[in-house]
């Protein structure tokens, strides 16, 4: 998703009865750390929302106006999907680590979850382009792999450990076929086996 299409998004967010700056979860967060998105967040027409602590409505109320299937899909190409923290899992104390994303006059347009409370999530989720969406953000310079794994210590009361050993094996095998440091390898491995 680009740019522009982000700030369309979320002003038409503005324009529903919604209160509060809406918290960007997903991939679309990448727009708060850089401007040179790699393809897979390109690709991306969905911008998942963060709405918690019993705003269901406002989840509702944004799928139905804004989501996938719908007429705004059709027009612009591109959807909300609001979730809550029954769908989400992120690390503790996320929340504290937000960073916001200006439009182009300063203007704070929504809060972004940090970059590696995302990769974290998408760890756990564990799905393909999940992977593919972490494996971007290392050969883009915009993770660290010792502050994702430590992120990954601060969900290991909310997943099994059986769990995250395996989604980070399949992150390692996953990293494996590219030309990532060898030493990060080395890292992943032997929290894995910590795990274990």
Not at 65 to 86: F, K, M, N, P, R
Not at 113 to 135: M, N, Q, T, W, Y
Request: glycine fraction near 6%; charged fraction near 25%; aromatic fraction near 4%.
């Amino acid at each position: 998703m680009l740019r522009s299409s982000l700030y369309k998004l979320l002003d038409d967010i503005r324009r529903l009865p919604v209160d509060g700056i809406p918290i960007i979860a997903g991939s679309q967060a990448i727009h708060a750390v850089t401007e040179q998105l790699p393809a897979i967040a390109r690709r991306s027409v969905e911008c998942d929302l963060l709405y918690a602590g019993g705003k269901a409505e406002i989840r509702e109320l944004i799928n139905r106006e804004l989501g996938i299937l719908t007429s705004y899909q059709d027009e612009t190409g591109i959807y909300a999907d609001a979730v809550g923290l029954a769908t989400i899992i992120l690390p503790i104390g996320w929340d504290e680590r937000l960073v916001a994303l200006a439009d182009k006059s300063g203007e704070v347009v929504a809060q972004c979850v940090e970059i590696h409370d995302v990769a974290v999530s998408k760890l756990i989720a564990g799905r393909p382009k999940d992977f593919e969406f972490i494996i971007a953000l290392f050969m883009s310079d915009l993770i660290q792999t010792e502050t994702l794994l430590e992120r990954v210590g601060l969900v290991a009361s909310k997943v099994e450990n059986d769990v995250i050993r395996d989604r980070l094996a399949g992150l390692e095998r996953e990293l494996r076929t590219t030309a990532f440091d060898p030493a990060s390898i080395d890292l992943l491995r032997a929290r894995i086996r910590q795990l274990n």
